[in-house]
């Protein structure tokens, strides 16, 4: 079946940095990257999903990028302020209830 | 905006209580889904709803049933509820002709005692 592996599973920035989390999968058939934001206490909330067709998209500070060669896509937040802190998931699907979610990091944005 | 309710945010029941644990969605949603989330495991797939009365086991079904008697509501049912089952569970919901996102409840925090 499908692994996802993702990194780093701790994210320490000072606000107004950058953060990336990287995720790998291995199913080739994937074809749908979400990523998740999960508040404590809370559900996770999509925020953002790219598509195996597209390369790259953007909304406003989050963007994701896909590579499919590699079998790799990452999560770029810039602009980092303190109410990103959260958990992050990634996950790979190739199909309705086939979903295979990253381990998450756990982003800290330090005032 | 799409609404998953799961009605119970905090249970502690006993070792041997049947548990059950409802999620409403409103969106006319045709797929839905019972996940388990531990920490350092990530999310697993307990069971999953295409359909009413219809289901499928997911990743880690034992000690699990499920039940969707009308599109909207899916419950998880622990027959005899044991420690190792203390965990948080989420509730998603997805359409089936729009791709695969699929949408989350608050989850619900079991403990078993």
Known sequence: ?111 | DVKVTQSSRYLVKRTGEKVFLECVQDMDHENMFWYRQDPGLGLRLIYFSYDVKMKEKGDIPEGYSVSREKKERFSLILESASTNQTSMYLCASSLADRGNTIYFGEGSWLTVV
């Open chain 1, 1 to 111: 079946g499908e692994n996802v592996e993702q990194h780093p599973s701790t994210l320490s920035v000072q606000e107004g940095d950058s953060a990336v989390i990287k995720c790998t999968y291995s199913d080739s058939a994937s074809n749908y990257f979400p990523w998740y934001k999960q508040e404590l206490g809370k559900g996770p909330q999509l925020i953002i999903d790219i598509r195996s067709n597209v390369g790259e998209k953007k909304d406003q500070r989050i963007a994701v990028t896909l590579n499919k060669t590699a079998k790799h896509f990452s999560l770029h937040i810039t602009e980092t302020q303190p109410e990103d802190s959260a958990v992050y998931f990634c996950a790979a699907s190739k199909s309705v209830n086939q979903f295979y979610f990253g381990t998450g990091t756990s982003l800290t944005v330090i005032p």
